[in-house]
Nanobody
């Protein structure tokens, strides 16, 4: 059974930091590119950060570049999103996505809420 379970969300003041985790199971994690998306109320889901299957390449949305860092540990089947210098506009539900470009399989987590407010 495929599972992606996000954790680490919560309420944080502006300027603070959070680290999201996404634990994967039920598939060969090391063969999947991993992406964090987010969706704010009334807005479309947007890509936040992505990392290739081996972790050698990353990509970020312009709005988070320099503040967020995506990383992965293939031995632990987990991808992380370190979020620093948080802003109120980072408030959203954050989703973890796994994608295999060869098999064209796509999996999603259930999301974790991040709220940035004073």
């Amino acid at each position: 059974q495929v599972q992606l379970v996000e954790s680490g969300g919560g309420l944080m003041q502006p300027g603070g930091s959070l680290r999201l985790s996404c634990a994967a199971s039920g598939f060969t994690f090391s063969t999947y590119a991993m992406t964090w998306y987010r969706q704010a109320p009334g807005k479309q889901r947007e890509l936040v950060a992505a990392i290739t299957s081996a972790g050698g390449s990353t990509n970020y949305a312009g709005s988070v570049k320099g503040r967020f860092t995506i990383s992965r540990d293939n031995a632990k089947n987990t991808v992380y999103l370190q979020m620093n210098s948080l802003k109120p506009e980072d408030t959203a539900v954050y989703y973890c996505n796994a994608h295999n470009y060869v098999l064209r399989y796509d999996y999603w987590g259930q999301g974790t809420q991040v709220t940035v407010s004073s």
